[in-house]
């Protein structure tokens, strides 16, 4: 019987790989493109409906309260930092710090999830009054999905790496969730504009 030799040794390849190298973030960057257009689907929905009114909030409904959702705005982006921090540790491998920023993170989306609820009720009208409360609650609801996702996904892995002896690939794993929370805030902006201060300037 003939000895086998290996076709190709794969011994020194490194066992964790971060951004495009790691199939996991191809997976997340994927998943940002179909978010992405689902809520560029609802924004075209909410113009849609925008253009068959003269006037924007319909008559009789007052404008959207701008205190709360302003404020969420503000958490959020502040929310960004303990995220990137989270992502620096995972390139070091740092497991220890991964788990604290990871849970600082996770109570940031917390707060955030808190404030969105009141952030419906800041529209000043409900859903099934008229169209444009059906469209204005969809547009913030369908972003509070993503948001409830994420902070779902950061609060895991941080109980994960805080009681489990966790592999390599899943530093890489943090780093796709911070990624897909600069998405989530990001995405946001656009949308807060639109829903809260678009009434106020046309």
């Known amino acids: ?19 495009n190298k ?13 978010e992405g257009w689902t809520l560029v689907l609802a924004v075209m929905a909410y113009l849609y409906v925008r253009h068959n009114f003269e ?9 959207p309260s701008l205190l709360i959702p302003t404020l969420n705005v503000l ?14 540790k995972a390139w070091a ?7 604290v920023w990871l849970f600082v993170s996770g109570a940031f989306g917390v707060g955030i999830l808190v404030l ?17 409360g059906s469209v204005a609650w969809l547009l913030v609801g369908l972003h509070a999905t993503l948001l409830l996702l994420d902070v779902g996904d950061t609060i895991g892995l941080g109980m994960l790496f ?35 201060v678009g009434p106020y300037v046309f």
């Open 93 to 99: 491998l740092d497991k220890r710090g991964v788990t």
């Open 162 to 196: 805080a009681t489990r002896e966790m592999s390599m690939h899943y530093f890489s794993d943090v780093c796709d969730n911070s990624n897909y929370w600069f998405f989530t805030v990001l995405a946001w902006i656009p949308l807060y504009l639109l829903v809260y």
């Open 1 to 19: 019987m003939k000895p086998t030799t290996p076709a190709l040794d794969v011994s020194a390849l490194p066992t964790v790989t971060f951004r």
């Open 22 to 34: 790691s199939l996991m973030w191809w997976g997340t960057a994927g998943f940002m493109v179909i």
């Open 75 to 88: 958490l959020m982006l502040v929310s960004m930092i303990p995220a990137r921090l989270a992502m620096r």
């Open 55 to 63: 006037t924007w909030p319909p008559p009789r409904i007052p404008n």
């Open 116 to 132: 969105r609820w009141f952030e419906l009720w800041a529209l000043n009208v409900r859903w099934d009054t008229n169209a444009y």
